[in-house]
């Protein structure tokens, strides 16, 4: 490994991790200076289990005002979040409180944007402009799995087009992110283990690149292979504390870009960007996608570092070295496979009953390129439509 | 491994890592609001080799104003810090910056406590006032050992008394952090073993604890790992950068917070305090003067936590498990002090010619419990001041 790129770690979220760690929310909205808040979430489960209910009476106790708007659903869609833009307009909102996962923080953080933008802030998506303000965030996380929590990026699905586009910024940075696993073993076991896929993946995509420092590439091991156990754990025995635990802290780690410092690039990408365009069309789970596009990608990119490949394959799949680095390369995308089985994941397309006509591939492959104006991948390989397209049919 | 307390995570400091990252500075001081700067260092050695010279020139292409303010020493006194206080003052600045690396930080954290606080900054120190502000602090970091780049703490040496206390708080997290590895390729041998050892120590800290989350375990044992190869890398090729960027690396991670996430309690803290008194008194290297207290600390606590020291053994020093943890935990602290001789360390106070009387132990021990006023240990045992005289005693 050689000298890299200047890379950055800014992860200025203020975490309180632990049981009962949600019942710190009056203090935190506080400390962040919040007096009137949108309080944003997802289903009206919440609400009738009575765990809102005990949410907002911590931010009575502190005399902060609030605004209930839930309904959001994953793969968030825009025209919530405009509502929600309206709406904390119309009130004079001064923070945005997410309660929920990864698709309640991202239509947040749509929310933070369009309300410091004049016009549609869907133009911020489609790289119309530049945002240069967000409103102040904080969540409550009720399921760990997209790292939104900490991360700079979020992801947003416009449904004119059904097109699903993400954005990185500073901006959007959460000021604080309460986190109880406890609250997470209630899940249904799907979610758990396309909770698994997608945060082992954060890190993979940093992992499966040129060059990093040794100790990054350890930590980058480290996390995939724990957070592998403790998704097999979490499905024999939802009420693992660790477990729960480990991928709670696993997925806000694998994408605040503490696994990527180092890196001769941020990352690849090309598996995340590959199956946005899938669950944009489809409406599958975002980890349940990574399952099937992943695999294909890495059969796809093999020959291009299969050492790279190898020993993820030791140290995150107990492969059993052989001296040829190819085919360990390949016994490592098989045994993630198998592990993709075991915690019941797909692994193609037509086993989540999606058989995609060419037409369909075409299009997905073009929207991936943002037509033809861009190229995906990272500095292992630079993938053009017709290699997308190549990995589209390798995943059915 | 059952549940926790509350853990906080909150490392908001913004860390360009890689080489040239110093050439980021002008951009970091605009970033941050700096307009008046104290340019706070050590030793005349930047300013002959032009170093310095080349930071002003970056902060002058900026239109910032600066004052120079050098003269920091290894363990960095009260009285320097409070002539910064001063001249801070005199000259209406706004932000500190510290070339350097732990001690001219602790040093600039000083001064921006003291900036803030209308009576003798000792008081901080000494817990007879709380700080409820600081100046915003930033740094170029040429040396990686303490972490003070991205902790909550800092510590100061009282030369009434020869008192050396630390003090931690958020207020004095840094605004920015510019780390290039490259900057310690011409630190002498001596300094990068002690780097070494003070930056595995900060995880071992925080490692010794009861309980943890088992993915904070892994980074625990990683790093643990990665520095101590790092470490004799470094030794070997002084300009090996990849064992340069994860000494530096690590100095940061060890100490920001990042690697107590989940644990039971925030972490040991003994084998820093019984060290702070040492070098207070005979004003030896940090690092050297921990490789010295810990073998002492760990053969006394050992059977408090065998499980513990044998893992310990095993992940990160080699050593073969035999079924019997107590053994085997013997066999890791032996080969941590083999390892700390490997790197040219004392693992005895008469390696260091340090020949302490009973009288100067009692007193050691005493100011180490504030004179009987605190215990010290974390969550495997309690530490009185007769126990404090026996590890000083078994160091000896």
Not at 88 to 99: G, M, Q, S, T, V
Not at 326 to 334: F, N, Q, R, T, V
Request: proline share 4%.
């Amino acid at each position: 490994m050689g000298r890299n790129n200047l890379t950055n770690y800014y992860a200025p979220t203020d975490v309180i991790f632990g049981p009962g760690a949600e019942m710190q929310l009056g203090k935190a909205l506080k400390k962040y200076g919040a007096k009137r808040v949108l309080v944003h979430y997802g289903s009206e489960r919440i609400v009738k289990n009575g765990f809102l209910g005990k949410l907002l009476a911590l931010i009575d106790e502190e005399g902060i005002y609030h605004v209930e708007f839930g309904g959001v659903v994953p793969n968030p869609r825009l025209s919530l979040a405009k509502q929600g833009i309206e709406l904390y307009r119309k009130e004079n909102l001064d923070f945005i409180l997410a309660i929920g996962g990864g698709s309640v923080i991202d239509s947040a953080k749509c929310i933070a944007y369009g309300t410091c933008y004049d016009g549609d802030v869907w133009d911020i998506y489609s790289r119309k402009a530049d945002p240069v303000a967000a409103s102040p965030l904080g969540c409550v996380l009720t399921m760990a799995a997209a790292g939104s929590e900490m991360s700079d990026s979020s992801v947003i699905t416009n449904e004119d087009g059904w097109l699903k586009r993400g954005f990185s910024s500073d901006y959007i940075r959460l000021k604080f992110a309460l986190m109880n696993p406890e609250l997470t073993m209630t899940l249904p076991p799907y979610q758990t283990a396309a909770a698994t896929v997608d945060i082992m993946m954060h890190t993979m995509e940093r992992y499966f690149v040129k060059d990093t420092i040794p100790l990054t590439e350890e930590f980058q091991l480290a996390l995939c292979r724990k957070v592998k156990e403790a998704g097999a754990k979490a499905l024999q025995d939802p009420k693992d504390y660790n477990a729960r635990a480990d991928l709670m802290w696993g997925s806000s780690v694998s994408h605040n870009s503490f696994m990527n410092l180092g890196n001769s690039v941020r990352g690849d990408w090309a598996s995340h960007q590959i199956e946005h365009e899938l669950s944009g069309i489809f409406d599958v789970a975002h980890g349940a996608g990574l399952a099937v596009i992943w695999p294909a990608w890495a059969k796809y990119i093999l020959k291009d570092a299969p050492e790279k490949f190898a020993k993820f394959g030791y140290r995150v799949l107990d492969v059993e070295p052989t001296g040829d680095a190819l085919a360990d390369g390949k016994a490592a995308i098989e045994a993630m496979e198998e592990f993709y089985r075991s915690i019941g994941m797909p692994t193609r397309l037509s086993e989540m009953n999606i058989f995609p006509t060419e037409e369909q591939i075409e299009r997905m492959a073009e929207s991936c390129t943002f037509f033809g104006t861009r190229t995906l991948g990272g500095d292992l390989r630079t993938l053009y439509k017709e290699d997308l397209k190549a990995i589209y049919y390798l995943a059915k």
